[in-house]
Structure formats: structure tokens, C-alpha cells
């Protein structure tokens, strides 16, 4: 019997309050579930309509990758958020994403502030734990008349896969890899709608701002030498509108707005400055 059942996850989302997650569709196979929410949204499916699939024989990531989706495995989700906000303020929405699945996965690990499990978000786009990638968002816009029409949240989530395709195996993790157990995708997802319909509304109110202290505690980039868009130096954080800091190899500063990272040292930990005292780290801004 698969663990992503409809029925248990509307339970869940019953249980929990959740404001979005309806209706929620679970197709066994599915060529994206991004698509599939994109089609909907299309045909008018309304905010926090949510669309899963046991399989995806087309999961895509950023930058045209494939995202691993064999069946039985992990979670693979998109939800239709319909936002109110005017296009130029979505991009950190990225960002709000990755701090929501990040909790939803201290959670499910039982991981504290100071855990060495606790789950890092790696700009723009990456949940991390132990420094390797455990979940992927993508999301996509489809604007009508330079307003937004609808917002497809993507979430790539490994959940029981004890094992990798060998290109993926020495970067990527489970939850099952990670030591969680009795792990059920259906009560997951719906932790995950749950705080996606929290955290959204937050964003459309507040924007960033209520987010930025967490994002970095969570920042597993800072202080890291890396390469994006076109710029080598070193992470200095993520700014209130979302752009990574970064300080040049010739001490400039820039601000990036989107781009593929390449590090070139070992991640940082989260909780870091948590666990080195108040005050820790300011430096490094
Ligand atoms: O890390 C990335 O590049 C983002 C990965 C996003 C993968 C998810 S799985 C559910 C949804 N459907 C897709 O085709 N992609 C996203």
C-alpha cells in the first residue's frame, strides 16, 4: 500500500488547520507535477490547489535539469498560490520556500537549533542537511496583462530513497538516509502545505523581512568561496530583498539576484552562530 494517499492527506490538513492543500490531487505517475498544477492554474484551480504524483517521468529543476522521480520514493509536489503581489516582489518567495520545507524537515527529523541534522537553506533554491541537497523548489510564474496570474510552487523532496543514480549519490540525501523513520509522505506533504499556506501568507504581507533572521541562521552559504553569475568571491548573506551578498575576489561588493552557484570549500553549517553564542557572525556581513 503506497504512503500517498488523498484521503489521509486531506485528513492531515483537516488536523492541522491547514488554509491551503484543496483540493489535493495524487496521480501515480505524472509527467511533472509542476505542469500539471500549471494546467489547472490555467483553467482557473484556486489558491492552495495542490498536485502530487507517486512518479515523474519529466521532473525538472532549475535550469532545465531532470529531477530524480522514481515511483515509490519520494515527494513530489506543486501547489497553485495565487498571490497578490505585483511580479517584482516574488523572487525571494524562492527563498521563503526552502525556510518552510526546512522546518518541515527539523520536524520530521526531530532536529533542534543546535542539531548537526538541522536542515540548511542554500541560496536560491536548495534545502540541505549534513551538506548534501534533500529537497529542490522550482517555481514558476504565469503573468496576465504584467500582473500575476498564478504561481507554481515546486517542491522536490527526497523522502525514502536509500540510494542515488551515481551522478547524484555523493551530493544528494534522504530523509531515510538521514535516519528518519516511520516516515510517511502523506503526513509530510501535508506539513508542508500546512507551512506553505502559513509562510505565504506571511510573505504576502510582509514580504522578507519576517524571514531574514532565520534565513541566516539557515544560510549554509556564508562565508563560502564560490563562483555565480559570472562573479568569484565569497558569501556574505542574503539581503532584505533576497539578493546574495557577495564579496569579490578584489574586495567589490555585488549583489546577485539568480544564478547557478558553484562553491569551491565545504559548506556552512546552520545554527552556527546559535551555537557560538549572540553576537557571532556579524562580522562576516
Ligand atoms: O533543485 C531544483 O532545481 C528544483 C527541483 C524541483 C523538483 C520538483 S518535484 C515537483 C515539481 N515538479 C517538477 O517537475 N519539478 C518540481
Given at each position: 500500500?503506497s504512503?500517498?494517499?488523498?484521503?489521509?492527506?486531506?485528513?492531515?490538513?483537516?488536523?492541522?488547520?491547514?488554509s491551503?492543500?484543496?483540493?489535493?490531487?495524487?496521480?501515480?505517475?505524472?509527467?511533472?507535477?509542476?505542469?500539471?498544477?500549471?494546467?489547472?492554474?490555467?483553467?482557473?484551480?484556486?489558491?492552495?490547489?495542490?498536485?502530487?504524483?507517486?512518479?515523474?517521468?519529466?521532473?525538472?529543476?532549475?535550469?532545465?535539469?531532470?529531477?530524480?522521480?522514481?515511483?515509490?520514493?519520494?515527494?513530489?509536489?506543486s501547489?497553485?498560490?495565487?498571490?497578490?503581489?505585483?511580479?517584482?516582489?516574488?523572487?525571494?518567495?524562492?527563498?521563503?520556500?526552502?525556510?518552510?520545507?526546512?522546518?518541515?524537515?527539523?520536524?520530521?527529523?526531530?532536529?533542534?537549533?543546535?542539531?548537526?541534522?538541522?536542515?540548511?537553506?542554500?541560496?536560491?533554491?536548495?534545502?540541505?542537511?549534513?551538506?548534501?541537497?534533500?529537497?529542490?523548489?522550482?517555481?514558476?510564474?504565469?503573468?496576465?496583462?504584467?500582473?500575476?496570474?498564478?504561481?507554481?510552487?515546486?517542491?522536490?523532496?527526497?523522502?525514502?530513497?536509500a540510494?542515488?543514480?551515481?551522478?547524484?549519490?555523493?551530493?544528494?540525501?534522504s530523509?531515510?538516509?538521514?535516519?528518519?523513520?516511520?516516515?510517511?509522505?502523506?503526513?509530510?506533504?501535508?506539513?508542508?502545505?500546512?507551512?506553505?499556506?502559513?509562510?505565504?501568507?506571511?510573505?504576502?504581507?510582509?514580504?522578507?523581512?519576517?524571514?531574514?533572521?532565520?534565513?541566516?541562521?539557515?544560510d549554509?552559504?556564508?562565508?563560502?568561496?564560490?563562483?555565480?553569475?559570472?562573479?568569484?568571491?565569497?558569501?556574505?548573506g542574503i539581503?532584505?530583498?533576497?539578493?546574495?551578498?557577495?564579496?569579490?575576489?578584489?574586495?567589490?561588493?555585488?549583489?546577485?539576484?539568480?544564478?547557478?552557484?558553484?562553491?569551491?570549500?565545504?559548506?556552512?553549517?546552520?545554527?552556527?552562530?546559535?551555537?557560538?553564542?549572540p553576537?557571532?557572525?556579524?562580522?562576516?556581513?
Amino acid at each position: 500500500m503506497s504512503d500517498l494517499d488523498p484521503l489521509r492527506i486531506e485528513a492531515e490538513l483537516e488536523r492541522l488547520g491547514a488554509s491551503i492543500g484543496r483540493p489535493v490531487v495524487v496521480a501515480s505517475v505524472t509527467a511533472s507535477t509542476n505542469d500539471d498544477a500549471r494546467r489547472a492554474a490555467s483553467g482557473g484551480a484556486p489558491h492552495g490547489s495542490a498536485f502530487l504524483a507517486d512518479a515523474q517521468t519529466q521532473g525538472r529543476g532549475r535550469s532545465g535539469h531532470r529531477w530524480h522521480s522514481p515511483a515509490g520514493e519520494n515527494l513530489y509536489l506543486s501547489v497553485v498560490l495565487r498571490p497578490k503581489l505585483a511580479p517584482q516582489a516574488l523572487p525571494p518567495l524562492a527563498l521563503v520556500l526552502g525556510v518552510c520545507v526546512a522546518r518541515v524537515v527539523d520536524e520530521v527529523l526531530g532536529s533542534s537549533a543546535t542539531s548537526s541534522t538541522r536542515a540548511g537553506v542554500k541560496w536560491p533554491n536548495d534545502v540541505l542537511v549534513d551538506g548534501k541537497k534533500l529537497a529542490g523548489l522550482l517555481v514558476e510564474t504565469t503573468l496576465r496583462g504584467g500582473t500575476i496570474d498564478a504561481v507554481i510552487a515546486g517542491i522536490g523532496l527526497n523522502v525514502h530513497a536509500a540510494s542515488f543514480p551515481e551522478e547524484l549519490a555523493p551530493r544528494a540525501t534522504s530523509l531515510h538516509a538521514l535516519g528518519g523513520r516511520g516516515l510517511d509522505r502523506s503526513s509530510i506533504a501535508a506539513r508542508l502545505l500546512a507551512e506553505i499556506g502559513h509562510v505565504a501568507r506571511m510573505f504576502e504581507a510582509h514580504g522578507l523581512g519576517p524571514f531574514l533572521a532565520e534565513l541566516e541562521d539557515r544560510d549554509v552559504l556564508r562565508g563560502v568561496p564560490l563562483d555565480v553569475s559570472g562573479v568569484s568571491g565569497t558569501a556574505a548573506g542574503i539581503d532584505p530583498e533576497g539578493y546574495l551578498r557577495v564579496i569579490g575576489s578584489d574586495g567589490t561588493k555585488h549583489r546577485i539576484g539568480s544564478g547557478s552557484v558553484t562553491t569551491h570549500g565545504p559548506l556552512g553549517s546552520p545554527g552556527a552562530r546559535i551555537r557560538r553564542g549572540p553576537g557571532a557572525g556579524e562580522a562576516a556581513g
